[in-house]
């Protein structure tokens, strides 16, 4: 994959608000709201998996091991559009 590409990814959780709030503008604005609202408070918890991934993963590769979670939240935020609205 290009690494362009990759820092346009978005997480799955990311793609179903996304899906879910382009089906409320063309239904009834309230019926899919609860939804979409139990989807975006999944991202913290999701962020969370995804970031334990990649730390696992840099076990393999020769990275300072104290910064791993920084080296994770990192790889997390330029993969992944995390900008908040």
């Known amino acids: 994959m290009i690494m362009k590409d990759i820092k346009n990814m978005k997480t799955p ?5 996304e899906q879910l ?3 409320q503008d063309t239904q009834d ?7 979409i609202e ?6 913290k918890r999701e962020k ?3 970031k334990s991934c ?5 076990e393999f590769i020769p990275v300072d ?9 990192y790889l997390y935020n330029e993969t992944f ?4 609205k």
């Open 21 to 23: 709030k382009e089906l």
């Open 29 to 35: 604005p309230y019926g899919l709201h609860d939804a």
């Open 38 to 43: 139990l989807a975006e408070s999944y991202i």
């Open 13 to 17: 959780m990311q793609e179903l608000i």
């Open 65 to 73: 091991p104290n910064k791993y979670n920084e080296d994770a939240e």
């Open 81 to 84: 559009n995390t900008k908040e």
């Open 48 to 50: 969370k998996v995804m």
């Open 54 to 58: 990649i730390m696992m993963g840099l």
